[in-house]
């Protein structure tokens, strides 16, 4: 893989990239200038391209001890104006979980990826897995919000990364990108768009007087973040803070604080959420069976919904690209009035213990679940989508 430079030939380049390059070129392209890491497989691949590349085009790259000083130091980076990145799997992102809740309640813009392999503990690190969706939500402590986005091809890992560290300085928060290691380490064809085709989103920054400044402002859900060393003198802290920046305990000031956090995003949401949805062209009426699917399995799923079609079958197929916020609105309106949801995935039932939170109770949910460290394949999704009940 060749990262395009800065100042290299714009256009069109054409490449058989893996997941992990496809990241790594991501992150480049939305303008990532700082990595800090730890080597773990299935993550591995994406540390080592960065750290050929970063320095070329002015950025740094450090291999940290461990990873918590990892995410230690891309908030430390981000707070200084970098756009800053980590990649881990499973053990280290468990380690980066306290950190991670650092970055939600100061509000730093960084990028986490993870990408999944079998688990608990060290597991079967050449695995894949999904079990880590709920921990992306919910690994860190106190309620937070947190923005996940999960691609299903090598081309859409290229994409969502760019959109990871857009929707990371959109909203100051961290942002987690989640893959498999099936994702991961597979090729495919990629073309990679001319930059002009692909927009760029750089943070807010301040205006007027510094000794007025509030990086914390209640009247917005999003104020502008000052780089240290740019003459603003403000104040970065995990507790519960006022306006400048400083802690408070005031009751009042706690639950403003605390709903602006949960609210920017809740509010943003229709900005942040994306998915798919494939129906079949000629369908007559409400579907009778939905596929709901993310990752890697969403690819057999796809395949299979399509050969269910040659036989008949009236079956569509819904996958969240974004994961978090949970795209409750689309799978609603999506599964309304469908009779069975088919949840494949590589877990004991994560995704579908959250489907099944928000269809109706009428629909009858259908778990495919397999945690051997195999993927699923295509015709076991297809038999299970035939089956007489």
Known sequence: MTPRAEGEKKGRDVRLMQGNEACAEGALAAGCRFFAGYPITPSSEIAEVLSLYLPRVGGNFIQMEDE??????????????????????????????????????????????????????????????????????WGTHGDHPMIVLVPSSVREVFSETIRAFNLAERFRTPVILLMDEILAHMREKVVIPDPAEYSVVDRLSPGGPKDKYLPYANDRDVSPLAAFGEGYRFHITGLYHDETGFPTGLPEQVRCQAERLIGKIERGAEEIRNVEQIVPEDQQGSLDTVVVAFGSTARAANHAVKEAWQRGKNVGFFRPV????????????????????????????????????????????????????LPISPEEILDRILEVD
């Open 322 to 373: 974004t994961i978090w916020p949970f795209p409750i609105r689309e799978l609603g309106e999506f599964c309304r009035g469908v009779r069975r949801i088919i949840v494949p995935e590589l877990s004991f039932g994560q995704l579908a213990g959250e489907v099944r939170k928000w269809i109706e109770p009428s629909s009858r949910l259908v778990p495919l679940n397999r945690v051997d460290a």
């Open 68 to 137: 918590i000083a990892s995410i230690a130091a891309v908030i430390g980076a981000s707070i200084a104006g970098v756009k800053s990145m980590t990649a881990t799997s499973g053990p280290g992102f468990s380690l980066k979980q306290e950190n991670i809740g650092f970055a939600c309640m100061a509000e730093i813009p960084c990028v986490i990826i993870d990408v999944m392999r079998s688990g608990p503990s060290t597991g079967h690190p050449t695995g894949p897995s999904q079990a880590d969706l709920m921990q992306t939500r």
